[in-house]
């Protein structure tokens, strides 16, 4: 501020002094006649600091939920009993609402996930293509390829399976693993992105269902960001919840 160092001097000379350009103040004189001018030449002089933000970015948020949503999973894992057994009978029921000879994605289960291969071997005997998701490259959405219950496995990415060989299909309901849910149909996985980007290029080019499996025990807050495709059902142990 221009004079502001002469003014502030003439009415506290005691008060300021400079030193390499930054004013330097006696604050023990914060109501002394001048005193919002020195504090004014301060804010003119020092660029203001960052401030720690009130609240964590969704990326935190997510981390956070994420951490929750595993906790929340390995322990209804480990106490699951005939769960999967329940789950697969409502999946099968929520499938045959929707028609027959359906492409359909399953997925091989890793960690804690829910076992989706007794629905996968079932809709198979009745009619219906499946195929599992296979990571081509990072960054890009995922590949689908035909899977049967005599296809031979070879690892893939992260450690789940993929089919050695068949075909690659466009799935027109995908079965969709989580870490966790909430009831508008949001889910939280691993954080890749890789579910969402896939379901928004199939959804550009046709109607596709995606349908989440879990345990019930699994639904909790989910921070959602405007990427985030919505689940169109929720599949669980307890039923299905049409979204």
Request: some cysteine; proline content about 7%.
């Given at each position: 501020?221009?004079?502001?160092?002469?003014?502030?001097?003439?009415?506290?000379?005691?008060?300021?002094?400079?030193?390499?350009?930054?004013?330097?103040?006696d604050?023990s004189?914060?109501?002394?006649?001048?005193?919002?001018?020195?504090?004014?030449?301060?804010?003119?002089?020092?660029p203001?600091?960052?401030?720690?933000?009130?609240?964590?970015?969704?990326?935190?948020?997510?981390?956070?939920?994420?951490?929750?949503?595993?906790?929340?999973?390995?322990?209804a894992?480990e106490?699951?009993?005939?769960?999967?057994?329940?789950?697969?009978?409502?999946?099968?029921?929520?499938?045959?609402?929707?028609?027959?000879?359906?492409?359909?994605?399953?997925?091989?289960?890793?960690?804690?996930e829910?076992d989706?291969?007794?629905?996968?071997?079932?809709?198979?005997?009745?009619?219906?293509?499946?195929?599992?998701?296979?990571?081509?490259?990072?960054?890009?959405?995922?590949?689908?390829?035909?899977?049967?219950?005599?296809?031979?496995?070879?690892?893939?990415?992260?450690?789940?399976?993929?089919?050695?060989?068949?075909?690659?299909?466009?799935?027109?309901?995908l079965?969709?693993?989580l870490?966790?849910?909430?009831a508008?149909?949001?889910?939280?996985?691993y954080?890749?992105g890789?579910?969402?980007?896939?379901?928004?290029?199939?959804?550009?080019?046709?109607?596709?269902?995606?349908?989440?499996?879990?345990?019930?025990?699994?639904?909790g807050?989910?921070?959602?960001?405007?990427?985030?495709?919505r689940?169109?059902?929720?599949?669980?142990?307890?039923?299905?919840?049409?979204?």
């Amino acid at each position: 501020m221009a004079g502001a160092d002469l003014l502030v001097r003439g009415l506290h000379p005691s008060g300021l002094k400079s030193l390499k350009g930054s004013w330097l103040c006696d604050w023990s004189w914060p109501n002394s006649p001048g005193a919002h001018l020195c504090m004014q030449a301060l804010k003119d002089k020092i660029p203001p600091r960052p401030r720690r933000a009130r609240h964590l970015n969704i990326s935190d948020r997510k981390a956070a939920a994420r951490k929750e949503g595993f906790a929340r999973r390995k322990a209804a894992h480990e106490k699951r009993g005939d769960c999967a057994s329940r789950a697969t009978g409502h999946l099968l029921s929520y499938v045959a609402s929707l028609g027959e000879e359906l492409v359909i994605a399953g997925y091989m289960p890793i960690q804690t996930e829910i076992d989706v291969l007794p629905a996968m071997e079932a809709l198979h005997a009745l009619g219906h293509r499946i195929c599992v998701p296979v990571i081509v490259r990072p960054g890009l959405p995922l590949s689908f390829r035909e899977w049967t219950p005599e296809s031979e496995m070879v690892s893939g990415p992260f450690g789940a399976a993929v089919p050695r060989a068949g075909d690659w299909l466009a799935p027109q309901l995908l079965i969709v693993p989580l870490v966790a849910y909430d009831a508008q149909g949001f889910r939280l996985g691993y954080g890749g992105g890789y579910y969402d980007r896939s379901l928004e290029l199939l959804r550009k080019k046709k109607p596709t269902l995606a349908v989440g499996y879990a345990y019930s025990s699994q639904m909790g807050a989910v921070p959602v960001e405007i990427t985030d495709q919505r689940l169109d059902a929720m599949v669980t142990e307890v039923g299905t919840q049409i979204i």
